[in-house]
């Protein structure tokens, strides 16, 4: 997969859409007569772990030359014109790329217009991101960030998983009063102002509660033996 910025204008730009992709699994970009500079501070600043990508970003002269070796161009514009492409919605572009293209390629344009008319003539068609109408328009690297997580699992990429919390004991209101006495008990035994400590009882999780439960289980058996 391959991302094409036409003419983009910000450095800071392409340091953010060089990590959007690099978080997604992305690394091929190319940029068509660009103004801003990827080698910039600025680009590099925006560019968290996605130094490579800058490194190795291909500088070309026009849409043509960008789209070598591809097979499917569709551009991402949120304008409507009068152009007969198909327009298919961010959620609908990975189906739609694995049907109609082996070699496909997301082209964006400049910051402050988008593709014009004469860019889009060569694309195949074009993917529009569902918005507010007050705000249709999203930054360009916010754009690159949607556009490469709907196209990830084009890659395989694997989710991580994560261990699932052991469910708390609950301690019912009897266990809860139970656990008051026995604190009071302990609590006087040592000579604390129980009131003070007492009081934080109410606050506290369902996993304190079993941990002080546990522990005044061991006190009160340790002074059996």
């Not at 699994?25 to 590099?44: C, M, Q, W, Y």
């Not at 529009?128 to 249709?136: D, L």
Request: hydrophobic share 40%.
């Amino acid at each position: 997969m391959k991302f094409i910025l036409v003419r983009p204008a910000y450095a800071s730009n392409l340091g953010a859409a060089a990590r959007a992709m690099a978080t997604m699994g992305f690394d091929e970009l190319v940029l068509v007569n660009p103004i801003a500079d990827h080698t910039s501070d600025r680009a590099k600043a925006l560019a968290t772990h996605a130094q490579h990508i800058l490194d190795n970003i291909k500088i070309v002269h026009s849409i043509p030359e960008a789209l070598e070796n591809i097979d499917l161009a569709v551009a991402a514009t949120h304008r409507h014109r009068k152009i007969s492409k198909t327009v298919i919605q961010s959620n609908e572009l990975k189906t739609w790329t694995k049907q109609h293209g082996k070699k496909p390629a997301v082209i964006f344009g400049p910051e402050s217009t988008g593709l014009n008319l004469s860019d889009l003539k060569h694309c195949n068609a074009i993917v529009t991101i569902p918005a507010a109408c007050s705000q249709p328009s999203l930054n360009l690297a916010q754009a690159i960030m949607i556009i490469a997580y709907e196209l990830s699992e084009t890659l395989g990429l694997k989710k991580p998983t994560y261990a699932r919390k052991k469910e708390e004991r609950q301690i019912d209101s009897t266990e809860f009063q139970n656990l008051q006495k026995r604190s009071l008990t302990l609590l006087e035994n040592l000579h604390l102002k129980p009131e003070r400590y007492l009081a934080r009882l109410g606050d506290a999780s369902a996993n304190d509660l079993n941990l002080l439960y546990d522990l005044l289980n061991k006190l009160e058996n340790s002074k059996k033996t």
